[in-house]
């Protein structure tokens, strides 16, 4: 084990790359920057989460990667939801919503695509270093900022840099650091997945699309991915994980063997390595941002991913994060001053998409979800925020606030 002498100096230092941190540190070194970003896994490296939403394609498009992106993808025209409870199933065509411009996305190998972004940032003149993990990052007033990296033989790498972006996912390095995550109570869940060849997929006009099956206590997805791969995952909430002895993953197979619909499309499929699980993981740091540095990405914040909602808020966040950081090099407190208002943005977008991801095991919006009308486009309204349309526009709001007003009443109804 060493040190090296002589610590690195650069604009933005980005701890991380996945989508946050590839995407931000592209778009700053597109302005000029001096960006390094610090990678513990070299690429490619296994990720889950690989279904996009059709508002990630403008973002995709803007950093010069969607072809590369449609390359390696499976095309993904809808979302459908499955119950087999007798609420019903429903396709979500995205050709139906409000907004966006596209109407399609694509399901993703993450490796592939974690690769693709990160590669496209060393290429807009980003320094990357992989199998370097961020072990330390002190910030003082009116000092430099210090951050330590250490390698794969143990040495030990030091940077100055003006500014640092935390983008280095679940593992939350500055939130955990400062004891700032708190676990999300609405959303307290955990994740069984594995990948599989030779599930049973949707054809015809339904070929692509994601599948969600809502099962008692959570739900599973079913991800097509190339090569006859299926990404197939269950999530629980606590009542589902609650007095279940020995290995959590033994409840994958009672929940498929509890959903028909799943165990019929899997009774063929042979299943790929091991099943991993993820616990606990919904969560949100206190504050994105203190001085000197602004947190991006899973780093901040976590929600349920039943939509699909991760990638795309992730990669928003950094375009917010690129911002704050641009401002601070400027002037520290235009910095704090941007950085307040994109929290605030952050923090909006994400309570857009919660209230519904909340009340995914909820009988009584299970129900009207997988039977709403098209009355005051209610339908086309939630097929937008399925589409990743977190943004606020009124014509999308204002049905969303019909839908929720109806909820409510169903809801007062069952409950009387
Ligand atoms: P990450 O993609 O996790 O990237 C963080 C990077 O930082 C990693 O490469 C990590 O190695 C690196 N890193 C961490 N610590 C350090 C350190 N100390 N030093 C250096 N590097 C470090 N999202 C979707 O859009 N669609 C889905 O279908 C979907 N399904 C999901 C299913 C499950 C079970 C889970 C858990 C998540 C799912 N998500 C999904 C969410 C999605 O995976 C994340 O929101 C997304 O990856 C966030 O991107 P990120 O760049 O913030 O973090």
New binding site residues.
Partial sequence: NGSDTSPRACDVLV?????????AATLLARQGVSVIM????P?P?F???????PC?MALLRDLGVLDKVRDIGVFKPGAEFVSDRGEGRLAFPFRHAISPRDTHAY?VR?SEF?EILFRNAQAHGVETLEG????EARFAPRQPTHVV?QDEAGQTHTFTPRFVLD???????LARRFHTRHADKNNSTA?I?AHFRNVVRREADMEGY?SIHLVDDGWF?M?PLRDNIM?V?F?GDKNAFSGQTGPKTDLFWKKVAESPSVAERLAPAEQLGELTT?GN?SYCADKTWGEGYYM?????A??D?V?????????K??YRGARVAQAWLRNPAEGRKVARHEEQCTRAEMRRVAWLIYGINDPVQRELFLNPRNVLRMRDAIISLLAGDFVGRLRVQVPLLAFRAVLQTMRWKWAS
Avoid: C
């Fill in positions: 701890i991380g790359g996945g989508p946050a941190g590839s995407t610090l990678e513990k896994d690429h490296r990720h889950i989460g690989e279904s996009l939403l990630n399901q993450r974690d370097l993990r961020v072990t990296a983008a280095s996912g679940r593992d939350g390095f994740a997945f994601i997805w991800i990404s995952g999530v993820t993981y991006i990405g899973d780093a901040f976590f929600l991913p939509f699909s909602s991760g990638v795309l808020l992730a990669m966040s950094a």
